[in-house]
């Protein structure tokens, strides 16, 4: 499978706790991006990579969320002491650069569930 | 004045008939535009894009028209089928940076 992998599917966690995501990207991909999707709304943007460098983060992204892409390749979505709003699906997508189509390439997604 | 298509979020159609989903963006800076399909329990998946110079798009079974005018995106599937019942989401993009995404609409085909 060479589709982008994210890492759990499901998380249940209670408040307070800190979780962590990985996402694995398209192998030949530059990009990877993270969104937040809650029910019946679109995705919205947390931020975006290229390369190991993070180019863009969202307002929505609070002190206690932090991505990292350490090598370029996987990333971690880190969130710190949640709290229930957080539950969502994060998506994570990747794409190329300089074969710019439109087009995102979106994992399965990481739900989760703060109690 | 010219009529604009209302965002709905949902629509129900009958199989075989032909569905038009509507979406209005925000920016007029935005210079490309992406319909993505989602499924339950799934990622989006990318359906069909228009960059910002053209009008129209046809892809197979999909056509996509924009009017920059009124800032306004549709998506057009012919003889609709009981697999493209989904959530669809227009999403927008400005030189390709990241794609902001609007409401989605939720089709539903009925056999």
């Known amino acids: 499978d060479t589709g982008v992998s994210q890492d759990p599917r499901h998380k249940i966690t209670k408040r307070g706790q800190n979780v962590t995501f990985r996402c694995d990207p398209i192998?030949?991909?530059?990009?990877l991006y993270w969104y937040r999707q809650t029910l019946g709304q679109g995705p919205e943007f947390l931020t975006y990579?290229?390369?190991?460098?993070?180019?863009?983060k969202s307002r929505l992204l609070s002190d206690r969320f932090s991505a990292e892409r350490p090598k370029g390749s996987f990333s971690t979505l880190e969130i710190q002491r949640t709290e229930q709003g957080d539950s969502a699906m994060y998506l994570c997508?990747?794409?190329?650069?300089?074969?710019?189509?439109?087009?995102?390439?979106f994992g399965e997604g990481s739900r989760l569930t703060v109690l | 004045g010219e009529s604009v298509g209302l965002h709905l979020p949902t629509l129900s159609v009958q199989e075989g008939d032909n569905s038009i989903i509507n979406c209005a963006y925000s920016?007029?800076?935005?210079?490309?535009f992406i319909w993505y399909k989602q499924e339950s329990g799934k990622g989006p998946q990318f359906i069909i894009d228009i960059r910002s110079n053209m009008d129209k798009r046809q892809g197979q079974r999909v056509t996509v028209l924009l009017n920059k005018t009124v800032k306004h995106l549709s998506l057009q599937i012919a003889a609709t089928q009981p697999g493209d019942s989904a959530v669809y989401f227009c999403?927008?993009?400005?030189?390709?940076?990241?794609?902001?995404f609007g409401d989605g609409t939720t089709l539903t085909v009925k056999p």
């Open positions: 990579f290229q390369n190991e460098a993070q180019l863009e």
């Open positions: 999403a927008e993009n400005i030189s390709a940076g990241k794609s902001t």
């Open positions: 997508a990747s794409s190329h650069r300089e074969v710019w189509t439109g087009e995102l390439f």
């Open positions: 192998s030949e991909h530059n990009r």
């Open positions: 920016n007029s800076a935005s210079d490309y």
